[in-house]
């Protein structure tokens, strides 16, 4: 019965064993090599990595700390376009008991005792992005030195807020009287390409690196409380008063946005467009609407809240990529309703529709676009389980949500769209834009998997009969779509003590008899997350990005505290001087081809 199936199914790899060790692991008959690791020089003259001797310079040109989403943009006039282009990458956050010797997690909450104002700001240099250019030579992929491409940009590079909130009240401070100009991008977690060839990348949770106290009438008190204001898991505050609540109550209304950068110009603004919502947001992936508008899929990743697309008022002009250049500062941002029925709808958040008038808070756009979640709970929105990645799928006109998990979901909480108390392992829906249109009003929607082990019963997985053993995952978080419109899936949260395998990449088969059948094909070394699957444009380097390797698995009652002296690993240069580094690494079939066939 089985070999009929496999010969039909698009995903033809020999599956890789899952499991969990101190290395990564890819299927076989592919090579998975690393390109650039946290601390490798990024612009001319980085000094070498010396985790003994950091200092903020250093780390503002060396590539940063742990790399998330990932996109690739061809040269324009490259002899060949999946051979050569740009790289860009997030660098999401921080973990300083990896990072710095001597420092271990307090509890893993409060702001950490050991750190220091150089510290602080080694980590701010190590936050944001980079811009790289790469290249295949002979088969293999290299960072070419000193590009005129390359950049970094950090937790204080200068930025622009544009749209309906620029300028609003809410964003002025004391170094910004006129609310326009912020320093810096921080928790920047996935994102998406342009096709005008700009990167969309996304500020997720910015509660962190905020503490300090609040004035007891501030006005911003709701709106901080409901995006879990101040975070304190930075220590931040301490040395930069714009993060301290106290002295500027206004700064976090600066961040959890999307982030738009031209990537081939190093001297460009990058351009916070608030048109597209402020909440902790994932990702942004887009895509061309059958009109011509762009539509991007957004999710906010928190227990209980939501989905959200953001439509252009304009058509995208493929000729002139510099008619596109404001294009995301005027649309509509629209959050999802899912319906017990299987339809869906999604909701216009539009000053003065509805509920969201002066009597509820609300004087004008930017302030619906400040407190977006709370405009979105107003609106009757669907609280899902953690919205991760929203993908489309041009192939066939889907669009898939990650749900990660939501252990906090009690059985009298369960609805439709999110069936299952205690969620600890997330699921997968599927939406079907009505007419096959991304810009459509309504769509229908079904729960693609349930994810988990389908061998316990009681956690209610609901892969096909197919998938085996190591073809089931928990916790999907970041998604990639190929270009034969095949779904692959990057999990965060799986680890031996809990699933009993490491993090990776599953392939999911979305169509035809074999739906709903997981196939392994990545595996991260122990402690780490897998982020930024992204292939290029013929599908011959998939580009993954391994997060926090090393770091202590939380579910395992005999793992040691992990540190910079003792890490769960020291991937991926396994010198016994070196910590553990997050690296992007360039997958690719040996002996050429597309990737995964
Ligand atoms: Fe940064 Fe939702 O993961
Ligand atoms: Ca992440
Ligand atoms: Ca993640
Ligand atoms: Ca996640």
């Known amino acids: 019965q089985g070999a009929p199936r496999e010969a039909a199914s698009p995903f033809p790899f020999a599956e890789l064993p899952a499991g969990s060790d101190e290395r990564h692991h890819v299927a076989a008959g592919h090579d998975a090599e690393i390109l650039i ?22 780390q503002a040109r060396q590539f940063g700390y742990n790399n998330d989403f990932i996109g690739y943009f ?48 080694i980590e701010m240099a190590a936050h944001g992005g980079s811009v790289i250019e790469v290249k295949r030579v002979d088969g293999r992929w290299q960072v070419v030195p000193d590009s005129r491409y390359a950049r970094r940009i950090t937790a204080t590079t200068p930025m622009t807020l544009t749209g309906p909130a620029s300028g609003s009240d809410r964003l002025r401070t004391k170094a910004d009287p006129e609310g326009r100009q912020v320093l810096g991008m921080i928790n920047n977690c ?10 969309l990348t996304c500020e997720e949770n910015i509660n962190y690196y905020f503490g300090g106290k609040l004035a007891a009438d501030s006005p911003e008190a709701r709106n901080h409380k409901r995006l879990g204001m101040p975070g304190n ?63 991007v899929f957004q999710g906010d990743d928190e227990r209980f809240d939501y ?53 509820n808070g609300f004087r004008d756009q930017a302030d619906v676009l400040v407190e977006t979640r709370r405009a979105a709970d107003l609106l009757g929105a669907t609280k899902m389980d953690r919205p991760e990645d929203v993908e489309a799928n041009p ?32 699921h997968i829906v599927e939406l079907s834009p009505d007419g096959r249109d991304y810009a459509a009003p309504g769509f229908a929607w079904e729960v693609l998997v349930r994810c988990g082990d389908p061998a316990i019963a ?7 009969s197919a998938t085996t053993r190591d073809g089931w995952f928990g916790m999907p978080d970041n998604c990639s779509v190929d270009g034969q419109g095949r779904l692959w899936v990057a999990t965060d949260g799986n680890s031996a003590g809990r699933t009993g395998r490491t993090d990776g990449i599953w ?60 890490p769960a690993t020291r991937w991926p240069d396994f010198d016994p001087n070196l910590p553990p580094r997050p690296a992007v690494v360039a997958i690719t079939r040996r002996g050429g081809g597309r990737v995964g066939t």
């Open 37 to 58: 690791r946290w601390g490798d020089p990024v612009l001319p003259g980085a000094p070498a990595f010396d985790p003994r001797n950091q200092t903020p310079e250093a």
């Open 74 to 121: 061809p040269l324009p006039g490259a002899a060949d376009p999946a051979a050569h282009g740009l790289l860009v990458v997030n660098h999401e956050y921080t973990n300083e008991e990896l990072m710095f010797p001597g420092l271990g997690r307090q509890d893993g909450k409060a702001a950490f005792a050991g750190m220091s104002q150089d510290l602080v700001d």
């Open 190 to 199: 996935a994102g998406g390409t342009t096709p005008w060839g700009t990167w």
């Open 233 to 295: 898991l930075y220590a931040w505050g301490k040395y930069h008063e714009r993060f301290d609540l106290g002295a500027e109550p206004n700064e976090p209304n600066r961040f959890g946005w999307v982030v738009e950068i031209d990537p081939f110009d190093p001297a460009s603004v990058p351009k916070k467009r608030t048109a597209m919502g402020r909440f902790k947001h994932e990702g942004a992936a887009g895509i061309l609407a059958a009109d011509g508008r762009y539509v």
């Open 307 to 359: 989905v959200y697309r953001f439509v252009t008022e304009a058509k995208v002009d493929l000729q002139d990529r510099s008619a596109n250049r404001d294009i995301l500062d005027r649309g509509t941002l629209f959050v999802a309703r899912f319906d017990a029925d299987g339809r869906g709808a999604w909701l216009p958040l539009v000053h003065g529709q509805g509920p969201l008038t002066p009597e």
């Open 395 to 426: 192939k066939t006109g889907k669009v898939y949500v990650m749900l990660t998990n939501n252990s906090k979901r009690k059985a009298d909480q369960v609805d439709a769209a999110n069936p299952r108390p205690d969620n600890r392992f997330g």
């Open 458 to 464: 009681a956690v209610g997985a609901t892969f096909s």
């Open 507 to 566: 392939a999911m088969e979305t169509e035809g008899p074999g739906r709903g059948t997981g196939k392994h094909f990545f595996q991260v070394p122990t402690g780490a997350e897998m982020c930024g699957p992204y292939f290029t444009p013929d599908d011959t380097t998939f580009f993954v990005a391994v997060q926090h390797p090393g770091e202590a698995d939380e579910e395992d009652p005999k793992a040691e505290p992990a540190t910079f002296e003792r």
